[in-house]
């Protein structure tokens, strides 16, 4: 059975920094790419970044250069740092895989950013 459990999120003032991370099972992780998506209230879910097998990472336009995605395959989970974090990236974060076709997802953590 395919489970991911995230941690819990917070509540920080613009500038401040976050780190979520995603606990994977039921899959052999190293062999899967993996992401990170976001949803605000009243808006679509969107793709925030995702690192392939090996290590290569891409990021969502509005997060380049603040957020870093990470894995660890060895205990296997995914990160999420997130620094200079706006009031705009306040939303609700799910962590992601896709396995034999079927989309898992965590479930979901919020990040508010507000002054």
């Known amino acids: 059975q395919v489970k991911l459990v995230g941690s819990s999120g917070g509540s920080v003032q613009p500038g401040g920094s976050l780190r979520l991370s995603c606990a994977v099972s039921?899959?052999?992780?190293?062999?899967?790419?993996v992401d990170w998506y976001r949803q605000a209230p009243g808006k679509e879910r969107v793709l925030v970044a995702r690192?392939?097998?090996?290590?290569?990472?891409e990021y969502e336009d509005s997060v380049k250069g603040r957020f870093t995605i990470s894995r660890d395959n060895v205990r296997p989970r995914m990160f999420l740092q997130m620094d200079q974090l706006k009031p705009e990236d306040t939303a609700v974060y799910y962590c992601?895989?896709?396995?034999?076709?079927?989309?898992?997802w965590g479930q979901g953590t919020q990040v508010t950013v507000s002054s």
């Open positions: 992601h895989v896709k396995h034999g076709g079927t989309d898992f």
């Open positions: 039921g899959i052999n992780f190293r062999i899967y790419p």
């Open positions: 690192i392939s097998q090996t290590g290569s990472t």
